[in-house]
């Protein structure tokens, strides 16, 4: 079993749609919780950083981490047709150790 | 600020080839990271340096592989020799340390073995 499972997709949704996009860890020590953002052929750049359980939110964008049941999600509220993109979850233990990535979920926003 | 630099960008080689990729991270980041991306295996890091000093090659796959960072600006990834399955995009990562968690990604090197 992977340390970080995600739904690879593909999501196709509406413009204007709220999304859900969603990560499972088996890891407890992980604390440190991160959504990046990757267009085709770019590589991943960060989109969210969150510390330990809670929401976070910018702008259109809200993270949620839920440590009891190992679950995180990125929401994207108003979708654009600029949101399509892979969406990676990552996470590490310590902000200063490497990041363990999930597999991505490929999401495309339909106009 | 220049992000990070990679080449380069496209790489078509024949099995049992040489390949060296490389990468010169945003000044002033303190760390680096190798990646490899494929449809299969997603994002699977490779190894990652501090100040220049290896830290952790627990994911080079296999003594066919190696890296380099003679300096803080300029770092390589060696393939030698090359196989087919070695194909992927390879991305190069780099990080203050002092920015918890936040990686600056590079665009990839396209590598193709044939």
């Known amino acids: 079993q992977k340390e970080v499972e995600q739904d690879p997709g593909p999501l196709s949704v509406p413009e204007g749609a709220i999304v859900s996009l969603n990560c499972t860890y088996s890891?407890?020590?992980?604390?440190?919780f991160m959504w990046y953002r990757q267009y085709s052929r770019k590589g991943p750049e960060l989109l969210m950083y969150?510390?330990?359980?809670g929401n976070k939110e910018d702008g259109r964008f809200t993270a949620q981490v839920d440590k009891s049941s190992k679950y995180i999600s990125l929401f994207i509220r108003d979708s654009q047709p600029s949101d399509s993109a892979t969406y990676l979850c990552?996470?590490?233990?310590?902000?200063?150790?490497?990041?363990?990535f999930g597999t991505g979920t490929r999401l495309t926003i339909i106009p | 600020d220049a992000g990070v630099i990679q080449s380069p960008r496209h790489e078509v080689t024949e099995m049992g080839q040489e390949v060296t990729l490389r990468c010169k991270p945003i000044?002033?980041?303190?760390?680096l990271f190798w990646y490899r991306q494929t449809m299969m295996r997603g994002l699977e890091l490779l190894i990652y340096?501090?100040?220049?000093?290896?830290?952790?090659d627990s994911g080079m796959p296999e003594d066919r592989f190696s890296a380099k960072m003679p300096n803080a600006s300029f770092s390589t990834l060696k393939i030698q020799p090359s196989e087919p399955r070695d194909s992927a995009v390879y991305f190069c990562?780099?990080?203050?340390?002092?920015?918890?968690?936040?990686?600056?990604f590079g665009d990839g090197t396209r590598l193709s073995i044939l």
């Open positions: 990562a780099s990080r203050r340390r002092t920015d918890m968690g936040s990686q600056h």
């Open positions: 890891n407890s020590a992980f604390q440190y």
């Open positions: 969150t510390y330990s359980s």
């Open positions: 990552a996470m590490t233990p310590g902000g200063n150790e490497k990041l363990t």
């Open positions: 000044s002033g980041h303190n760390s």
């Open positions: 340096f501090n100040n220049n000093v290896p830290i952790d």
